[in-house]
């Protein structure tokens, strides 16, 4: 399948495009942020600021385990289970 020239000559219209398209998911997003902090801050006591770290680590958690395992990163444990 042929690239479009689009996408190599003018790539901050691609950029732009993406933002904009993207303008559409931010609610999906927000909506369950702002419950998952609101439930942090009115069931376990939490304040707001704490309650946006915490909800922010778990929707981080899946990208930074990821990374790790990308770059094969070893815990004491690893090493001597390894043949």
Do not use: C
């Amino acid at each position: 399948m042929p690239r479009s020239p689009t996408l190599e000559t003018r790539p901050w219209e691609l950029a732009q495009r993406m933002l904009q398209n993207g303008a559409a998911l931010r609610p999906l997003a927000l909506v369950p942020l702002g419950l998952g902090m609101a439930i942090y801050h009115w069931a376990a006591g939490l304040g707001w600021a704490v309650s946006f770290i915490v909800i922010a680590g778990a929707m981080l958690a899946p990208a930074i385990h990821h990374v790790l395992h990308r770059f094969r990163v070893e815990t004491k444990d690893d090493r001597g289970s390894r043949p």
